[in-house]
Structures are given as C-alpha cells and as structure tokens.
Nanobody, 124 residues
Framework: QVHLVESGGGLVQTGGSLRLSCTAS????????VGWFRQAPGKEREFVAA????????NYADSVKGRFSISRDSAKNTLYLQMNSLKPEDTAVYYC?????????????????WGQGTQVTVSS
C-alpha cells in the first residue's frame, strides 16, 4: 500500500516553531517533486512550499518566505517542513504531497499522492 504519513502538528503560541514530518511508504520521493500544502476551515487548499527531491526548484508561498523551510532526509524517505515565527493565520491542516518527476509548479491538482494531514494551531 502507498502511504504518506504526516506528523509533528500541534498547538503552539504565536512566534513559536514546529517541524512537520512526512514519511512515505510504498512509494519513493526520489526523482519527484514534493511539497507541502495547507487548508484552513472554509478555505481552499493552498500551496506552502515545494521542491524537487534532489533539492532544486524550491518554491515558497509569499506568506511563509523567510519563516518556513522545506528539507528532506533521503535515508529515511522523509520530508520535513520547519516552521518558525508562527502566526495565527498559519493555523490549518497541513498536507504533504508528491508530484510528478518533471513538474515544477505549485498547483495542488498536479500532485497525485497526498497524506492525511496534520493539524497546526497557532494561538494568539
């Protein structure tokens, strides 16, 4: 079976930090575009950060630039999202996803594999 499993979400105060993890089983990240998206209540799923697994073509949403960082551990087949200086508007369910091998964009529709999501809540 193919699974992407996120972890690391939780409740944090404004200005705090969290690190999300996404571990893949039954599929590889190697050679593909991988990314993080989020969805707040009543809103559409939005792009947060993405990169080629090799580390190139990295993009961040303007709202998280300078605060969030995407990284990976190839040996563990795990993707990370380090989130610093968190704000209440970062509150959402965060999802990791795998896109195609040649895709370089940020559209959720171009990512075929998704995790179940992990809740991040930032209190003011």
């Amino acid at each position: 079976q193919v699974h992407l499993v996120e972890s690391g979400g939780g409740l944090v105060q404004t200005g705090g930090s969290l690190r999300l993890s996404c571990t893949a089983s039954g599929l590889t990240f190697n050679g593909y575009r991988v990314g993080w998206f989020r969805q707040a209540p009543g809103k559409e799923r939005e792009f947060v950060a993405a990169s080629k697994w090799s580390g190139g073509s990295t993009n961040y949403a303007d709202s998280v630039k300078g605060r969030f960082s995407i990284s990976r551990d190839s040996a563990k087949n795990t993707l990370y999202l380090q989130m610093n200086s968190l704000k209440p508007e970062d509150t959402a369910v965060y999802y990791c996803a795998r896109g195609g091998p040649y895709y370089t964009g940020t559209s959720p529709g171009e990512y075929g594999y998704w995790g179940q999501g992990t809740q991040v809540t930032v209190s003011s």
